[in-house]
């Protein structure tokens, strides 16, 4: 079992910037798949950033990409998704993702992941 925490959530204005991290704990290995997801009242979940454990490779949507960046720091077994330029439209639950194995056509679909944390909360105001 892997056990996922998130945190760094928050209310910031429009064009700000925030950073969440994904602690996870349990049976974990380097070569965890790791993404976050976000949802947003009444819509569905939505991929947001993606990263490789072996070889860091990350992946993204082209609503995040230029603003997000996601990154990992495995010595912490901890997961970071920078956010900057923020918009309303990004307020969501933000949740944190970890597959052990994962095929490349589920990389951006939330059934491709095992295991996920409670979310973290941002709020974008304009």
């Known amino acids: 079992q892997v056990q996922l925490v998130e945190s760094g959530g928050g209310l910031v204005q429009a064009g700000g910037s925030l950073r969440l991290s994904c602690a996870a704990s349990?049976?974990?290995?380097?070569?965890?798949?790791m993404a976050w997801f976000r949802q947003a009242p009444g819509k569905e979940r939505e991929f947001v950033a993606a990263i490789s454990g072996s070889s860091g490779r990350t992946y993204s949507p082209d609503s995040v990409k230029g603003r997000f960046t996601i990154s990992r720091d495995n010595t912490k077994n901890t997961v970071y998704l920078q956010m900057n330029s923020l918009k309303p439209e990004d307020t969501a639950v933000y949740h944190c993702?970890?597959?052990?194995?994962?095929?490349?056509?589920?990389?951006?679909?939330?059934?491709?992941?095992?295991?996920w944390g409670q979310g973290t909360q941002v709020t974008v105001s304009s």
């Open positions: 993702a970890a597959a052990r194995e994962i095929i490349t056509r589920a990389i951006m679909t939330s059934r491709g992941y095992d295991y």
């Open positions: 349990g049976r974990t290995a380097n070569d965890i798949f």
